[in-house]
């Protein structure tokens, strides 16, 4: 099986600045990666993704990091807005999971002005 | 451009009540799933779909019941409700292995 898990429980950032969010998973199997927001209310929404044979991957204001070998994940925000606000989930999937992904418990990044 | 829809969007029932939550998607993905989110133990996997007819358990599948009859419908039942499952319920859907889930906006359920 799969285990993820997020270092900080909240993570409180100034307007601007950049946000780090990381997160650990536990089977050296796993081999995609997604990094979700979810904002009150509402499910979580696909932000950024990552395969196992690349260690990075960079989209509109946010870095996914992939280190394989000590199996960690992040997702870094590039001048944080109040619009960041929200609970940040990575989910993994492993190799012939047959795409289950296994969720971390989340990360609420405030965003202060 | 629907997407995934789930109604309703808030329920209340009584235990041992049998309730039915509903997914429908527009995409024609092939993979559909539901997930149960609780404060502390994040989203767990209830069941999930490779396609039409073809359904299996995920983590926590006792007390529910699935079907696919049709690529577009994932209807999750709960055959007598308790108190435990009072949860938020998310449906998802997948094009394929390794691609995104994509999340309905959740049904909110209390089970009195």
């Known amino acids: 099986g799969e285990s993820v898990g997020l270092h900080l429980p909240t993570l409180s950032v100034q307007e601007g600045d950049n946000s780090i969010i990381n997160c650990a998973y536990s089977n050296s199997a796993s081999d995609y990666f997604i990094w979700y927001k979810q904002e009150s209310g509402k499910g979580p929404q696909f932000i950024i993704d990552i395969r196992s044979n690349m260690d990075k991957r960079q989209g509109q204001r946010v870095t996914v990091l992939l280190n394989k070998t000590v199996k960690h994940l992040s997702l870094q925000i590039a001048a944080t807005q109040p619009g960041d606000s929200a609970v940040y989930f990575c989910a993994v999937i492993l190799t012939g999971g047959g795409n289950k992904l296994t969720f971390g418990t989340g990360t609420q990044l405030k965003v202060e002005l | 451009d629907a997407g995934i829809t789930q109604s309703p969007r808030y329920k209340i029932t009584e235990t041992g009540r049998q309730v039915t939550l509903m997914c429908h998607q527009t995409?024609?993905?092939?993979?559909m799933f539901w997930y149960r989110q609780d404060l502390g133990h994040g989203l767990r996997l209830i069941y999930y779909s490779a396609a039409a007819d073809i359904t299996d358990k995920g983590e926590v599948p006792d007390g529910y019941v699935v079907s696919r009859s049709k690529t577009e419908n994932f209807p999750l039942t709960l055959e007598s409700a308790t108190r435990s499952q009072t949860s938020v319920y998310f449906c998802?859907?997948?094009?394929?292995?390794?691609?995104?889930?994509?999340f309905g906006n959740g049904t909110r359920l209390t089970v009195t």
């Open positions: 998802a859907s997948s094009v394929g292995p390794n691609s995104p889930l994509h």
């Open positions: 995409w024609s993905h092939s993979y």
